[in-house]
């Protein structure tokens, strides 16, 4: 999972990069491996800095002085594929034709089929094992075959169509071309988000893209619009173009935005995510007195922070059991889930949250959490709370069983790294030491979702069914993907191992 962000402002002499480097920042929760800022100055020049890291550790002020221009693309990125090398920081960019910068936020599921083509018919050299760097270059090819000096928004349409035909996944993307302007898009199912918000100056209307509202928000935008499925828009100072691309593919934006992913106080497709949590919530409690009957023996509810905490409070106050904070986290630790190798996500857990034995001791407590992943995060949760004195308990969560790949952008690709995997609810209690778990019924959670916006009639939910929407999934890509990222191959990198020219940045 990636954070993009693109911005054209309507001063010609303003600077853009302190909008985009406050977009990362906003966006630092979705990834955590690298950031990036690329922006386009006069002359058509573009200004870069890049790396592995946090945001903060990125960029200095003084490398941020140097990105001048009023229009630019910017990216936090952890690896869902390959490496975590330098090399595969973006924004990526191309010089040929017209100079192109690019982002992107999902996985490709026939990239493989891709760079075959690339190199033996288009023969562009793909330099690293990003599907960012390979949408790039399929765009970039599609816009050479106009042969024109300069394109125009409609030679960028067919473009972006015929790249619509050749690219099968999920990807939402933000491009600038030098001297241009800058252009969003997302793919025909909306599987992954991208929002579109203006803001009025003393100069007319600045323009931003970002994966979140609350970029959008905090920033000072209004007027949110999701860019729809299937859809591009293209923004120069003169003018906003949007075109319709494709139609008739069943749209289906993923359901793990609103469980896990997505920060709070955004709005996606429509539907507020703080909403979809509280609703979460109470078809959680529900759920508890399927399973554990209506004489339950819970003496209080606590949410594993952050993003389970909405949930716990509503399903707490459905139970009638009372709510409190359990674990105090340091702020300063990474999210667990998309950290790179299971024996750092391990060690990470007990350097994120103390559990606070004045809420455990002598008590069976019930657990809130978003999802169970690996199991990782669970089991030393679990293990925290009865060492704080707990005497049963129990772990809920506000999703079903993950018992299948995502292979649309999000880190839980193989299937034996899934504790739900081949296990029956009951194994998996045992696996994670909980006297029980309990899962969220899909069909809830859907409708805890879907209730906000109920022209969305269907969501990617393939990590819990194995229906993937974009149907050309089977077992042999499975294999594939699974050779490519499991924590066993997916290690760091030396950071001068695979650096393109153009990708290279090194601190000062």
């Known amino acids: 999972m990636c954070g ?11 600077a853009a990069c302190p909008d985009l480097f406050e977009s990362l920042g906003l966006l630092q929760h979705r990834g955590q491996d690298a950031a990036g800022i690329v922006t386009c100055a006069a002359k058509g020049r573009f200004y870069q800095c890049k790396g592995n890291g946090m945001v903060r550790d990125v960029f200095n002020e003084q490398q941020l002085s140097n990105l001048i221009g009023s229009l630019g693309v910017g990216h936090v990125r952890y690896p869902t594929a390959g490496s975590s090398s330098m090399s595969e920081a973006q924004p990526f960019y191309v010089n040929s034709p017209y100079g192109i910068t690019f982002a992107h936020n999902g996985n490709l599921t026939n990239a493989r089929e891709l760079r075959d083509f690339m190199d033996k018919v288009a023969h562009r050299h793909i330099n690293t094992d990003s599907d960012s760097e390979l949408l790039l270059n399929i765009l970039a090819n599609n816009l050479q075959k106009t042969g024109k000096f300069r394109v125009n928004e409609e030679d960028i349409f067919t473009a972006i169509k015929d790249l619509y035909g050749q690219c099968r996944g999920a990807y939402a993307c933000v491009a600038m071309i030098a001297g241009f302007g800058i252009i969003g898009f997302r793919d025909p199912h909306g599987i992954r988000p991208l929002i579109l918000g203006r803001r009025q100056t003393f100069y007319g209307y600045d323009y931003m893209f970002a994966s979140e509202s609350v970029v959008l928000e905090a920033l000072g935008f209004t007027d949110f619009e999701d860019v729809k499925p299937g859809e591009a828009v293209i923004i120069t100072r003169e003018a906003l173009s949007r075109r319709q691309l494709v139609v008739n593919k069943p749209i289906a934006p993923c359901i793990f935005e609103y469980v896990y992913f997505a920060r709070q106080d955004s709005i996606i497709d429509g539907i507020s995510v703080y909403k979809s949590r509280l609703a979460m919530g109470e078809a959680l409690a529900d759920q508890v007195r399927k399973v554990l009957g209506d004489h339950l023996d819970i003496d209080v509810v606590i949410p594993v922070p952050d993003t389970s905490r909405a949930a716990a409070i509503q399903c707490s106050r459905k139970l009638n059991i009372l709510y409190r904070e359990g674990f105090n986290k340091n702020r300063y630790v990474g999210r667990t889930f998309i950290m790179p190798g299971q024996q750092v996500r391990r060690q990470n857990v007990r350097r994120k949250l103390n559990a606070m034995a004045l809420e455990f001791h002598g008590k069976n407590v ?43 952008g999000i880190d839980m690709p193989t299937r034996q790294e899934l504790v739900a995997y081949g296990r029956s609810e009951d194994e998996i209690a045992a696996e994670i030491g909980a006297d029980k778990v309990i899962y969220e019924d899909l069909d809830a959670l859907i409708h805890s979702v879907r209730s906000f916006n109920p022209t969305i009639k269907a969501f990617d939910t393939s990590v819990f069914d194995g229906q993937y929407v974009t149907g050309d999934v089977d077992e042999s890509y499975f294999d594939y993907i699974e050779g490519l990222r499991s924590d066993e191959v997916k290690t760091p990198t030396a950071d001068n191992e695979s650096i393109g020219l153009h990708n290279s940045f090194t601190k000062k």
Not at 4 to 14: E, F, K, R, V, W
């Open 366 to 408: 019930l657990l809130v959490d978003d999802s169970v992943v690996r199991g990782t995060t669970s089991k030393e949760i679990i293990q925290m709370a009865r060492e704080a004195g707990a005497k049963k308990v129990y772990f809920a969560s506000c999703a079903p069983p993950i018992r299948y790949p995502n292979v649309y």
């Open 4 to 14: 993009i962000s693109a911005i054209i402002l309507a001063d010609p002499n303003g």
